[in-house]
């Protein structure tokens, strides 16, 4: 098992950017891929990025170009830079790490992008 924190959510314009952080503790060689989702109020959770042990990324439509996730394996932290914010970009953010035997979700952050 893994545990997951996340940091970096606020309130940001239109246009703006914003990187999230996800801060990953315990058996963290046995984590297969990780990834971000997001929930807006009224809607299901959604995958936003993900990166495989490998490295490998793939992308939702929405964000291609715009969001680029990454991971620092020094500091146990995988990161989604978001650049090019949208209102529809609002939504509580969370960090999923996925092993053979687990899948593990941090508490979320928030992130608001005003018009």
């Known amino acids: 098992q893994v545990q997951l924190v996340e940091s970096g959510g606020g309130l940001v314009q239109a246009g703006g950017s914003l990187r999230l952080s996800c801060a990953v503790s315990?058996?963290?060689?046995?984590?297969?891929?990780m990834g971000w989702y997001r929930q807006a109020p009224g809607k299901q959770r959604e995958l936003v990025a993900a990166?495989?042990?490998?490295?490998?990324?793939n992308y939702a439509d929405s964000v291609k170009g715009r969001f680029t996730i990454s991971r620092d394996t020094a500091r146990n932290t995988v990161y989604l830079q978001m650049n090019s914010l949208k209102p529809e970009d609002t939504a509580v953010y969370y960090c999923?790490?996925?092993?053979?035997?687990?899948?593990?979700w941090g508490q979320g952050t928030q992130v608001t992008v005003s018009s």
């Open positions: 315990g058996s963290i060689a046995s984590i297969n891929a």
């Open positions: 999923n790490a996925l092993g053979s035997r687990y899948d593990s």
């Open positions: 990166i495989s042990s490998g490295s490998d990324t």
